[in-house]
């Protein structure tokens, strides 16, 4: 397999009222093409400032992070703005959309703002054509036109993953997507992303739910701005074999000090 994020020797640091304080400390790991992995760790451990680092939303003050073969580290804004649009999807909890758009319209949007840039090929008609497909497919079709005030937070983060997925990304990075949600509606939702996991895009996503991480490939336990540990599941197959990848994954983060 091929790696399609490398980091190595990561640190972040933040500097409050002149103290300097190390958020992620030497932070060193790979995830390949197809894989789906969660990070999880107490609060405050660096899960969320990871996935931000990584993923370019925030600038990393040493080590460096190769993603789809390309060094992030010495990028600009623009250029790094770039590539989280055309080659990265973001779901976060909090599921922002904006108010004076259909859901439809939010969809496409970032699809007509790819356009814009060198080297794409696709037309307006191609980007409306995949935002159906996407829509299709998360069963949300039917509310193409709705304002985002007129759906449920469950049809809401499925249309945020279509928006994620408009510029057929080559890697998701997801911060709790299920955690503003009941547990259907999160039930539902990370279906969608294991389906769109076994089709070949990899994911990266913080949760502190054992049950949504159980129905990853790898869990990253993080603890005081470090990775304590990895625990491989490998791939998930359905809810037979569910409540034995919780007791197995239990049993790991009690003995990592969950």
Request: with cysteine.
């Amino acid at each position: 397999m091929n790696a399609v994020l490398e980091v190595n020797n990561l640190c972040k640091t933040y500097i409050v009222n002149k103290a300097q304080n190390h958020v992620l400390r030497n932070i060193s790991f790979s995830l390949e093409q197809g894989e789906f992995v969660s990070v999880m760790g107490p609060s405050g451990s660096g899960k969320s400032t990871l996935l931000y680092t990584v993923s370019g939303m925030d600038r990393l003050t040493a080590g460096e992070v190769i993603f789809d073969r390309q060094n992030l580290s010495g990028l600009s804004d623009k250029e790094m703005a770039e590539i989280r649009l055309q080659r990265m999807g973001f779901i976060f909890q909090q599921m922002v959309m904006l108010g004076n758009l259909s859901v439809y319209d939010n969809i496409i949007l970032a699809g007509y703002q790819s356009l814009q840039h060198k080297g794409n090929t696709r037309t307006r008609s191609q980007v409306n054509e995949h935002a159906d497909r996407l829509m299709r497919k998360l069963n949300i079709m039917d509310l193409a036109g709705h304002d985002i005030t007129e759906v449920s937070g469950g049809q809401l983060q499925r249309a945020c993953i279509c928006r994620s997925l408009i510029n057929e990304p080559k890697m998701l990075f997801a911060d709790e997507p299920t955690g503003a949600l009941n547990s259907q509606a999160a039930k539902e939702v990370l279906e969608e992303l294991n389906r769109i996991n076994r089709e070949g895009t990899s994911i990266m996503m913080v949760t502190h739910d054992v049950k949504v991480a159980a129905q990853t490939d790898k869990v990253l336990y993080m603890l005081d701005g470090n990775i304590q540990g990895e625990f491989y599941l490998g791939k998930y197959n359905g809810e037979a074999e569910l409540r034995e990848r919780e007791r197995r994954l239990n049993e790991w983060l009690m003995a990592m000090g969950w």
